[in-house]
RNA sequence: GGACUUGUAGCUCAAAUGGUAGAGCGUGGGACUGAAACUCCCUGUGAGGCGGUUCGAUACCGUCCGAGUCUA
């Protein structure tokens, strides 16, 4: 049997992924899945940057501002719901687009990797979580060497979040993680794919994402964030977690003024780009799309990308 | 015009009784496999110019240039 199809557009944060994404689906007969941990959550459209109906041109979009922002999200749920949708819109004939920053997601799809050793008891990763707030993260990092040394080697000690979840992970598997990683890792992807990676000049990249947040400014999300805090959404949600939410909460709060929380949210959305680029640049068989070399001319990228699709 | 302060890494600033200097932030690079817009790691030879004193000056002296504060 053929594998299946999959299209995949993602690239750092403001490199013009959801517009060409839209053209590209028309042209393919796609659909879009967006692979973004942010733009699931209702109420929260201007600091995501969601795109909105009227923009869509006729495409259709799945796991886009269905969630509340109380409820958690994780790369597990999203593995689940992605799947459901690809195979939704392969059976009616369409061929399904993956766009969006999140690496991770987009890779947890990709590649199908396992996430489903456990059950959602998480009572004792909050009891790690504790431990660390009261003795810092040395002693179960002691821990961790002693039963899975070869993760100690990959993470760093300071990585408090990762050393938890090795432990998490040991403890109710009774396996390592790192053996775990190690196999998902070789995986082979049952798909047939093409993953085109958008990106750009890292200075006018840097001015977009400026522009950008400014232009959120203007739009109203102090208003977009007073708005959800009224909700009382905790500024532990994961939601809260997002770019432009947790600033301008501290701002909200009186912590910064919002010169500073402008700033913050500038820098912050940066680094975060960055950090997809390193991602992006690890994965294997990835398809560079630098507009810098199409003269910034969506339509030559397009023209590009469907001739990588034709193949 | 006069008095004083000041000129150290891209930025904000340290330290060293004269023995060639660090921090934070930014920048750049990297990791990441049920929190990922998360979390974490690595990354800095740079003293305004010109003279002088000295074995040796960014530090002392002179001078020029730039910045700031006060003042007739």
């Known amino acids: 049997m053929d594998k299946q199809k999959l299209c995949i557009i993602t690239g750092p944060t403001a490199a013009g992924k959801t517009r060409l994404s839209i053209e590209f689906a028309r042209k393919i007969g796609g659909e879009i899945i967006s692979a973004d941990s942010m733009q699931v959550y209702k109420y929260m459209d201007i600091g995501t ?3 909105k109906p009227e923009n869509m041109g006729g495409v259709r979009h799945h796991l886009i501002d269905f969630l509340d922002p109380n409820e958690d999200f994780n790369v597990f749920t999203f593995q689940k719901l992605a799947k459901e949708a690809v195979s939704d819109i392969s059976s009616r004939g369409h061929i399904p687009v993956i766009v969006g920053g999140t690496g991770f997601y987009i890779q947890a799809v990709l590649y199908d990797i396992d996430f489903t050793e456990t059950d959602e008891d998480d009572s004792y990763r909050r009891l790690l979580e504790e431990r660390v707030q009261k003795e810092g993260v040395h002693n179960i990092y002691e821990e961790l060497m002693k039963v899975d040394p070869a993760s100690c080697e990959i993470i760093h000690e300071n990585n408090a979040k990762r050393v938890i979840r090795a432990l998490e992970y040991y ?15 070789q995986k082979e992807s049952s798909y047939d794919f093409k993953y085109f990676v958008l990106t750009d000049r890292r200075d006018i990249l840097y001015s977009r994402i400026d522009k950008r947040v400014d232009l959120m400014i203007e739009e109203g999300l102090e208003d977009e964030v007073r708005k959800l805090a009224a909700m009382d959404i905790p500024r532990t949600a994961t939601s809260m977690q997002g770019l432009g939410y947790r600033e301008m909460l501290s701002y909200i709060d009186g912590e910064c003024d919002l010169e500073r929380a402008v700033y ?3 820098r912050n959305t940066r680094h975060f780009a960055k950090r997809q680029l390193t991602w992006f640049k690890r994965e294997r068989d990835v398809i560079w799309l630098d507009k810098n070399e199409y003269d910034h001319d969506d339509q030559k990228i397009l023209k590009e990308m469907l001739k990588y699709y034709e193949e």
């Open 171 to 185: 403890k109710k598997t009774g396996k390592p993680i790192s053996e775990h990683n190690l196999t998902q890792r």
């Open 49 to 51: 940057d969601k795109i």
């Open 264 to 266: 913050l949210i500038k």
